[in-house]
């Protein structure tokens, strides 16, 4: 047995006002509880990501990582139910002459059950084949009681000429048929904390999201986003989508690690209202930060301007003009040529380097 390593940690009038708080003894971060009346000692580090446990929550007998919720028993470091075979390092403590001490000597193994690996963090791998391309709706109507989107109409023409005319796979996503979460922030409690695949995506299985992410990530060679313009902006489906893919942009930062590599994009934009250019530029800036490329004029737009409130008028004039649809046509086989030029590996590689936006990282990291 080693020698004992007590570490005196703060007095036990201060460390009894918290029922759970991260402490530092030496290099090691401790989550150190004060439960019925004792103090108990857990490693600081969770098992899942590296979470900072002590700056978590008690639930019961357990600690509450605050990042993504995993739970460690506060004396044993043992996981909740069915985990138990996740274990954090724990320590001894003691209490002596009003001061709290915490044996750094005695700490246990850390331990972490096996777990299956999402199917979304496997490699992205391109599939021999066709250009693929994906249309994505980002139209909020009733489902019950679908009425003409513009928005739709022209994707639609679209993906019909690309599979049809130009003998390329699609696939057609409507976001308003899925039910997903919105961004719950994790970036905001720390970068590490924001996961690819999306912690909302690996912990809540009934989250819809996926669909997307298989489609854009290891699936499509050409993302073709449709969407109205609301209020000047692109429509609110298409923010709760981008949101979530800050789990994509934020790898580029954190890990180096490009998961859009030879992906384009292009857009199709309609407003019953205008402001076409503020709308493109908000996604082509989004797009561009996660890796992609565009073709020559990568959007095509239609609007009658701000006065224009007669809508029906608006919906006739999208039903009726051949020239929108050809527009869309044109638009997704430049995309498409774009997209030859990529897979085939016409394109030099070159250094993925970001300049500017790299992580700063602490100048320590936890241990424990």
């Known amino acids: 047995m080693p020698d004992a390593e007590w570490t005196d940690v703060g007095s036990v009038e201060e460390l009894k006002l918290k029922p759970l708080q991260e402490i530092s003894a030496g290099k090691t971060t401790i989550a150190l509880s004060h439960k019925d009346g004792s103090f108990a000692a857990i490693s600081g580090v969770c098992n899942h990501v590296g979470g900072p446990l002590g700056q978590g929550r008690i639930d019961g007998d357990y600690v ?42 005695s700490a246990t193994k850390r331990k972490k059950q096996a777990h299956k690996p999402h199917p979304l963090a496997r490699p992205v791998i391109r599939q021999a084949g066709p250009v693929r391309v994906v249309g994505i709706s980002t139209t909020a109507m009733t489902l019950d009681h679908p009425r003409f989107s513009g928005s739709d109409a022209l994707l639609e023409a679209a993906l019909d000429h690309a599979r ?10 409507k976001l308003r048929d899925l039910n997903f979460r919105p961004c719950e922030g994790y970036y905001s409690k720390s970068a590490k904390a924001c996961t690819w695949p999306c912690s909302i995506t690996q912990m809540d299985p009934t989250d ?65 209202q205008d402001n076409v250019q503020g709308v493109a530029g908000q996604l082509m800036t989004f797009f561009s930060e996660v890796g992609c490329q565009f073709p020559q004029f990568p959007f095509i737009a239609h609007s009658r301007g701000w006065s224009a409130e007669d809508m029906e008028r608006n919906v006739l004039e999208v039903q009726n003009s051949r020239e ?29 380097a970001r300049g500017g936006r790299k992580a700063h990282q602490l100048d320590s990291e936890p241990t424990g």
């Open 208 to 272: 819809q999201l996926d669909r997307v992410y298989e489609a854009i990530v290891h699936w499509a060679d050409v993302i073709l986003i449709a969407t109205p313009i609301r209020w000047g902006n692109a429509s609110s489906l298409y923010y709760k989508m981008i949101e979530r893919m800050n789990c994509i942009q934020n790898q580029e930062t954190i890990a180096n690690k490009h998961l859009l590599k030879n992906k384009v994009a292009a857009f199709i934009i309609m407003g019953g």
């Open 164 to 173: 049809d005319t130009l003998q390329l796979d699609t696939q057609y996503i």
């Open 324 to 352: 929108l649809r050809e527009g869309a046509q044109e638009l997704v086989a430049r995309a498409a040529d774009m997209a030859k030029l990529m897979v085939c590996g016409q394109l030099p590689e070159h250094p993925l």
């Open 64 to 105: 509450v990582c605050p990042w993504h919720y995993w739970k460690f028993h506060h004396r044993t470091g043992h996981g909740e139910s069915g985990y138990e075979q996740d274990q954090v390092p724990t320590y001894s403590t003691k209490v002596e002459d009003g001061r709290v001490y915490v044996d750094l000597s």
